[in-house]
């Protein structure tokens, strides 16, 4: 018997799905600006304060980098290509918008998948788009606040979280192993290397249960097929 997904019976599983991971992707996003609005709301730029000792440190920072604090522009110069501040914010951005097209339309299309990857792929995607607000919208929303000058697209990654283990170099530029980051940085982090390092997993995972979801139709079908008999 075919079961019936009409909007009487509510709306099918596939499409709750769907919109499930969003919804995580979404929750990233609150929770990451609204820890950025608190900092940005109650410290100064430079502001420190201690958790746990000199290892874990709330530290406001508002970087004009990737993920991490990472400078585009400090990078590229140091391997021979020149290029301004303000370019390699504008390329960063739009490639961070590029990538969340991207991340959008693959997590659309495994939102089916019966493993960890959706989830995953969530984190990914509300991580890039907390960031992304911050560059595109921070430098008009709050001009009246930054101590630097912005406008649409010239907003600043606010960070918080300081971590001090390691303090070395990395292609000539001073950098800690775990620089200032916040949420939306970790939630991308731990996104990616979950899907790096389990993406077999992932797969067997879900060819397992998907094949058991079809034994157990199976069946059923068979069951009601001689019920009906």
Known sequence: MQKDHSPLNGPAPGLLRYYKFFW?????????????????????????????????????????????????????????????DETAKLLLT??????????????????DHRSGLPFFLALILGGALGNIIDRVFYGIWFSGMNWYEGGLFEGR???????????GEFLGINMNLLPVFNLADLSISVGIMAVVLFQQRFL??????????????????????????
Do not use: C, W
């Open 204 to 229: 067997r995972l879900h060819q397992e249960r998907s094949q058991e979801i079809e034994k157990q139709a199976t069946t059923e079908g068979t069951a009601e097929a001689s019920e009906v008999n």
């Open 94 to 111: 739009v490639f961070s918008i590029g990538a969340v097209v991207v991340i959008a339309y693959l997590l659309s299309r495994v939102r």
């Open 24 to 84: 995580y992707a979404f929750g990233v996003v609150l929770v990451d600006q609204l820890v950025k609005l608190i900092v940005k709301f109650t410290m100064q730029p430079g502001q420190d304060i201690s958790v746990v000792g000199d290892v874990f440190r709330i530290n406001f920072i508002e970087n004009r980098g990737a993920a991490f604090g990472l400078t585009i522009a400090d990078l590229s110069n140091e391997i021979g290509i020149e290029m301004t």
């Open 157 to 167: 990654v606010v960070d918080m979280f300081y971590l001090d283990f390691y303090q």
